[in-house]
Each structure stands twice: as C-alpha cells, then as structure tokens.
DNA sequence: GATGTTTATGAAAATCACTTTCATTACCAT
DNA sequence: ATGGTAATGAAAGTGATTTTCATAAACATC
C-alpha cells in the first residue's frame, strides 16, 4: 500500500517535471505513517520531533501537493482547521465524528448515496462531491 | 413568525440576565429580514447602511447570540466564511450547493436521515446533529 | 428622575490558521 | 562540475474572526 502511494507521488513529481526532495519523501513516510485525518499542524508536529529542520511551510506545500497527486484529501470538520484525509482508490466514505474526544469513524453507505443523486437530480443539480458528517457521542464517551 | 422569534430572544436576554439594546433589536430585525444563508460580512454590511454606527464586533457577538438562543445556526462551507443560517422549531434541512455560482438550495430527505440514523447505531454512535452537503453545478451554471 | 452597578458597544489590537514572499539551497539534465 | 529551475525556511502578509479596553447604555434601586 505505501508502496503504491509512493510510486503514485513520484509519478506525480515526474509528470509535473517537479523535482524529488529529502522533505518531500520525509513528509510522505510521516503522512503514510499517520492516523487517517491529520491536520497540517499535527503532521508539522510529528515530523518536525524528528527533523527540526523541516518548516512548516513546507508541510502545508507538501499536503497540498498529496492532494494535487490523488493520495490525499483536504476535510473540515468545522472546527477551523483544514485535515488531510488519504485517499484510497475508487473508494468514499463519510464520517462519524465524536464531539466529546474528537474520535472519527469512517463509513460508506452506498444506499445514502444513491438517495443523494436522486435529490440533486430533481433540484437539476449536477453533483461533483459532496460532504456527510454525522455528530454525537462515540460508544466510549457514551460511558 | 417573527414575532415569534423576536420573542425567543427576549426570553433569552431575560434569561440570561443580558440587556435589551437598541443594536441588538436592529441586527435581529435584519437577521430576519435576510436570507437563509448569510455570513457576518453580509449582515454587517446590511445593517451598516443604514446603521453606520453599529460595528463589526457587534454584529458578531449578536450573532453568536442568536446561535445560542437557538434562532440561528453556525454554518460552514468550506469557502472559509462562517454562516448563519435560520432555526425553525423541528426543521433541518441539508444543503445543495453550487460550486460555480454559490447558489444554496435547502432539501430535506427523511429516508435519509433514517439511514443516517441506522448507520450511527450500528456504530454505536449518539448522533446529536448532523451536516451533509451535496457540491456541483447548479441547473443555471450547467447551461 | 438621579444613581450605582453591570453589561454592551465600537475602535483598535490581537489571534489563528493558513498563504505568500524572497533570499538561499538543492535538484538534476547536461 | 555547472547552469537553470524548482524547493525550502524564516518571516511577513492575509482574511476572518476574536478579544481588549475605555466609554456608553441599560436596568434596577433609591
């Protein structure tokens, strides 16, 4: 799998004619490491423990190149900062997100999205993406 | 209606032990004058032209007021703007929107929500509120 | 109505989360 | 090795709030 999201951010890099860097190959291994939705802070965090060198401009042009390549996509979950979720082939989902502790499940319901087309369809609207967040309290924070 | 909500908010001043100001009254009454979808900016600049001495600060604070007497909800769309939008008792309604034009369409879909509800259990999930938004071309902007 | 205590307001400064700029480095095709 | 781009990091800039603070308005209570 990172196999593959490496190859796919290189050919990104070569089709582009844009160049390979330490920081870009670093920042990816941090991404592909990484929790399923990162904000552009916390990966700054967890790769700058480990190469100080690295700014955060960087990560913010990094993440935005992932998402230009297909392995990554930018979420808001309304709470003033831009996520990066990864991208896996052919596949969308939405999320469950607890408003306790912060936990995001991901889910797909392929029923959901075919009553969604319905709806854009008789509003004449042609739909390009769209956004499903569900709100509440996780199992756990249920107690 | 409005008369409704004016009086929602005044329960709540009272409540809250808060003042009845002459800006707040003023700002409510453009709130609920405008359209369902208006972001601080907007109702400022409403309210600015014909109340010039009202601030900024103050249609934003009042503004969050509204949100938390339950007369207005926070929206986001991801255009980096916050918007509010009107509370009617018992309604929720999900959005269209257009990515060209900015064009919202409101719809509601209770099969949906059924769904929504499924899922969310079937994660184990309290579910308190939820956000699903469907982006693409509006008939207009389609041609 | 005058007064005292709080809360509200407006202007300006401060925050926050990016975004962009720019001088300096690093890549990489010769 | 080198010349021409592209990339980087630090710092400055942005845009949309959000907070601060001195002043003004409410709303009891005299």
Redesign the interface.
């Known amino acids: 799998m990172k196999r593959v999201k490496k190859k796919l951010f290189s050919d990104f890099i070569a089709r582009k004619g844009l160049k390979s860097t330490r920081q870009r190959d670093t920042i990816l291994e941090f991404f592909l490491a990484s929790d399923r939705h990162m904000s552009i802070e916390e990966l700054y965090l967890k790769v700058r423990a480990k190469h100080p060198n690295i700014g955060y401009a960087t990560v913010y042009r990094t993440l935005k190149l992932f998402a230009e390549a297909g392995l990554a996509r930018e979420i808001?979950f309304?709470d003033g900062q831009t996520r990066y979720e990864h991208v896996n082939e052919g596949e969308h989902h939405d999320h469950?997100v607890?408003?306790r502790c912060g936990t995001i499940?991901e889910?797909e319901?392929p029923?959901?999205e075919k009553?969604?087309d319905e709806?854009?369809k008789s509003?004449?609207?042609?739909?390009?993406?769209?956004?499903?967040?569900?709100?509440?309290?996780?199992?756990k924070c249920?107690k």
Chains 1, 2 share one sequence.
């Open positions: 808001q309304g469950l607890c408003t499940v889910f319901n029923v959901i009553l969604q709806v854009a509003h004449g609207f042609l739909i390009e993406t769209h956004k499903m967040e569900l709100y509440g309290l996780c199992p249920r």
